[in-house]
């Protein structure tokens, strides 16, 4: 057996040319389950780079945990442990089930399927935009908008809030990136301050003398373990509603552009077939996975796949990887929209299967209806740029003419 190329999968720099597809198909075929050192502190962990491992994993959260140490590389400790733990993708059972029970009725697919027509507006008003400007980054001027003005929506947030608690999010979920967080100071001050609008927005509605009829105030009137929300956990749920649904949606228009462009012929088919725009998103979504990993930590001892865990080992599940899985997918490296079936592992799978999937499945198929059905011509202008970060599988820049 050869040995194993070199390369960090924890640094953010190893992933700007877009993810190590080679040295991932090599870990899937030699080393499945494989130990490696953390950038910086050298911590050890397991990287979990097949489908069935990465199926397996998250099919036991009672062992391998999400609120012990949190979802990312770091070892979370003191205020952002504390602050992931109010996060649902920081919750393990019962407690998670507890929450994500009280708002699940609002992302159920018949409740989030009445939102098409407020969805396509949103969705028109956008490329009416873009029609005017011609020359777009795309990212931020087309996709960008769509998920933050969608949440705003679901939430009854005033529109004026809009475009600040949407900063906010970039600068929260762009932390690894010294182009999109000049400072590290930045990422905490932008979660801090959409923290502490959450707890005012809640507490001015639970103050009012009637509350609308939006997930704010399905949230507010939920009963949590035997009592309501505080407003400080709130604040983390917030946190985690806006930061999520931005980022991720906004990965997905992007990246789902960038591919089709990549892919004329599956362009074309779109094009003349919108039929196929459903399988389209999920093919995006195999080829382009918002988010390359989250991390669990082993409660107790585990044999996965012969390799042996013990108690407080990290384990971390690429889905970058588990995506271009041959035992599951058939030619994987091949971008092909009418790929079915599709078991890819965006969403996750399990308990923490994503709350959001029918939004996002919906946002994807709305957003490519209206963008071809607007222009005839898109054309890439310049080179597209990926942020820097082992956490978002995402685009920072992609330049576009539009007409």
């Known amino acids: 057996m050869e040995p194993a190329p070199t390369i960090d999968l ?9 993810p190590p597809h080679d040295y991932f198909e090599y870990l899937r075929g030699h080393e499945p389950i494989s ?17 069935a491992d990465v199926v397996e994993v998250s099919r036991h959260p009672e062992v391998f945990s999400s609120e012990a140490q949190g979802v990312v ?17 920081g919750m393990d059972p019962p407690r998670h089930l507890d929450y994500r029970r009280q708002v699940s009725g609002e992302f159920k697919a018949r409740v989030i399927a ?21 020359d777009v980054d795309f990212v931020h001027d087309v996709c960008a908008p769509l998920p933050s003005q969608v949440i705003g929506e679901l939430m ?81 749920f917030f946190l985690q509603l806006v930061t999520a649904g931005n980022d991720t949606t906004r990965t997905m228009l992007s990246s789902g552009l960038a591919a089709l462009l990549e892919h004329p012929d599956q362009l074309d088919q779109l ?30 001892a585990y044999t996965l796949a012969g390799t042996a865990i013990s108690p407080g ?10 995506n271009r899985d041959s035992a599951v997918f058939d030619d ?25 999937v029918h939004l996002a499945r919906l946002e994807g198929r709305v957003f490519f209806d209206e963008l071809l059905s607007r222009f005839d011509h898109i054309e890439q202008t310049g080179q597209a740029l990926r942020q820097q970060s082992n956490l978002n599988n995402s685009l920072k820049r992609l330049p576009v003419r539009l007409g």
């Not at 590389?73 to 993708?89: I, S």
């Not at 039929?275 to 669990?296: C, D, K, Q, S």
């Open 156 to 236: 009854g947030l005033p529109r004026a809030d809009w475009d600040h608690l949407h900063a906010l999010a970039e600068r929260n979920s762009g932390g690894q990136d010294p182009d999109l967080n000049p400072d590290e100071a930045s990422q905490g001050s932008a979660a801090i301050e959409m923290a502490m609008y959450a707890v005012e927005f809640a507490r001015e509605r639970r103050a009012a003398t009637s509350m609308p009829d939006d997930l704010t105030s399905v949230i507010l009137h939920a009963d949590f373990g035997g009592s309501p929300m505080s407003d400080a956990d709130f604040g983390s």
């Open 73 to 89: 590389l770091d070892d979370l400790t003191g205020e952002r442990l504390a602050a992931m733990r109010q996060m649902l993708l």
């Open 10 to 18: 924890s640094d953010p720099t190893t992933y700007v040319d877009g």
């Open 313 to 322: 080992d990290r384990i971390v599940m690429f889905y970058t990887s588990a």
């Open 271 to 300: 094009r003349h077939d919108r039929t196929m725009t459903a399988g389209a998103v999920e093919e995006i979504l195999r080829w382009a996975n918002p988010l390359h990993y989250f991390r669990r930590t082993a409660t107790g």
């Open 332 to 356: 994987p490296h091949r971008f092909d929209i009418s790929r079915d079936p599709n078991p890819h592992l965006s969403f996750g799978i399990g308990e923490h299967f994503c709350l959001g």
């Open 35 to 51: 130990r490696h050192r953390r950038s910086g502190d050298g911590a050890d962990y397991w990287a979990v780079v097949r489908h």
């Open 114 to 134: 009445g939102l098409e027509p407020r969805i396509r507006a949103i969705c028109q008003r956008i490329m009416d935009n873009a029609a005017e400007m011609g």
